[in-house]
């Protein structure tokens, strides 16, 4: 891991694979509010987890900032930050350079140095380059040539928290109680084939696309292939990781909907796509044969989020759990209906979604609240599909 400390599993050949708790919380009006809820709900959730890995993301945290690209940066060891800042300086236009905000926490061991950069792009070198694009870029360059050095959160007015200890540990240790945002994803892992080290704890995240999961991808080398063709590299020693990238090169790179891209990423089996002969049938059949790479196999539940949309999502077979749940425009997904109920007991709706069919919550446009009270929760883009 190219010098990074590791902490593996204690567990050493016993694996527990039915544990990691993932949690999410988005406002469909916009509205910022405290991670107080979030917190509590992934803290419900303890004994999914042993302390390996917690994290959070946060949508809207950064308001002050809202246009410029914010650069998570962790060193793992000391003496290479010079090189990076050097690095960042000569490759963006550099508006604040500071170390994440951190408290003290007992129970939080050998933290690398965590800092955080906003940054703007300069002309791009290349004629149709984007801006997002060029930091991507940039993210991949660096997380590749300096040791032991990260780039783990690249997002517009966004944020990934990571570390190694129990979420709700990370949480004081990282001053969340200070933050407020709109969407709000968090996680505790129970690490199974890979160590538990910072770089490693979820989100995992490109640009504002993040990623947490419960699970396992068996396809990782398969998928990890593919994504390297078009200039991905996994650096964070997990499989996880996988499920950021191919996300951002469906959606953003190749333009598919969230909704094609989710069948692209847990399609259903050959025999049901055989038996489809509607337009959603051979759009399935093509999809397996331009996408063979990306089908994620394996157990898994995942919660992906970016600007304005919050996605829940099971393997086909739903062999991990998800639960969502509505009050007015707050959005749910969880890993188990007691952690919603804990903080929000006067729900609406709860159900459960159907396997390999994503929960799509979007962000509703300016005068859309009375869908709310008119509309079944499917048409507001946050049911099954």
């Known amino acids: 891991m190219r010098g990074a400390p590791t902490r593996n599993n204690p567990y050493g050949d016993d694996k527990v694979i039915d544990a990691?708790?993932?949690?999410?919380?988005?406002?469909?009006?916009?509205?910022?509010?405290?991670?107080d809820k979030a917190i509590a709900a992934i803290a419900c959730m303890h004994e999914r987890g042993n302390g390996l890995g917690g994290g959070f993301a946060i949508y809207g945290c950064y308001p002050d900032f809202a246009d410029w690209y914010a650069l998570?940066?962790?060193?793992?060891?000391?003496?290479?930050?010079?090189?990076?800042?050097?690095?960042?300086?000569?490759?963006?236009?550099?508006?604040?350079?500071?170390?994440?905000?951190?408290?003290?926490?007992?129970?939080?061991?050998?933290?690398?140095?965590?800092?955080?950069y906003f940054v703007s792009t300069?002309?791009?070198?290349?004629?149709?380059?984007?801006?997002?694009?060029?930091?991507v870029q940039q993210v991949m360059r660096i997380n590749t040539r300096f040791h032991s050095a990260f780039v783990f959160s690249s997002g517009r007015n966004m944020g990934v928290f990571k570390g190694v200890g129990y979420p709700e540990e990370l949480a004081e240790f990282y001053c969340l109680d200070e933050y407020r945002g709109y969407i709000w994803t968090a996680h505790g892992r129970f690490p199974t084939n890979t160590p538990g080290w910072w770089g490693g704890a979820h989100p995992f995240s490109i640009l504002d696309w993040t990623v947490v999961h419960n699970g396992e991808i068996s396809?990782?080398?398969?998928?990890?292939?593919?994504?390297?063709?078009?200039?991905?590299?996994?650096?964070?020693?997990?499989?996880t990781e996988v499920v950021a990238y191919a996300t951002d090169l469906l959606v953003r790179r190749h333009k598919l909907p969230v909704e094609v891209a989710a069948s692209v990423l847990s399609a259903p089996l050959w025999s049901e796509i055989d038996r489809d002969d509607s337009a959603r049938g051979t759009l399935l059949r093509t999809l397996r044969q331009v996408y063979p790479s990306l089908l994620l196999n394996g157990p898994f539940t995942v919660i992906i989020?970016?600007?304005?949309?919050?996605?829940?999502?099971?393997?086909r077979i739903r062999l991990r759990p998800l639960t969502a749940a509505r009050h007015g425009p707050v959005i749910y997904l969880s890993s188990e209906e007691s952690a919603i109920r804990l903080v929000d007991p006067e729900l609406d709706e709860v159900w459960t979604p159907l396997g390999g069919e994503?929960?799509?919550?979007?962000?509703l446009a300016p005068g859309q609240e009375r869908l709310l009270r008119q509309a079944p929760v499917d048409r507001l883009g946050a049911g099954p599909r």
């Open 20 to 35: 990691c708790s993932i949690f999410g919380i988005m406002d469909l009006t916009g509205r910022c509010f405290s991670g």
């Open 72 to 116: 998570h940066v962790m060193y793992m060891e000391y003496g290479v930050r010079e090189d990076v800042e050097g690095y960042i300086g000569g490759h963006f236009q550099l508006h604040l350079a500071e170390p994440i905000p951190t408290r003290h926490v007992d129970s939080i061991s050998d933290p690398p140095q965590l800092w955080r």
């Open 122 to 135: 300069a002309e791009h070198p290349t004629p149709g380059e984007t801006a997002d694009d060029y930091v």
């Open 219 to 239: 396809s990782y080398g398969t998928n990890r292939r593919y994504l390297e063709s078009f200039g991905y590299h996994c650096t964070m020693e997990t499989d």
């Open 305 to 315: 989020a970016h600007t304005g949309e919050m996605i829940g999502l099971t393997d």
């Open 358 to 363: 994503p929960v799509i919550a979007r962000l």
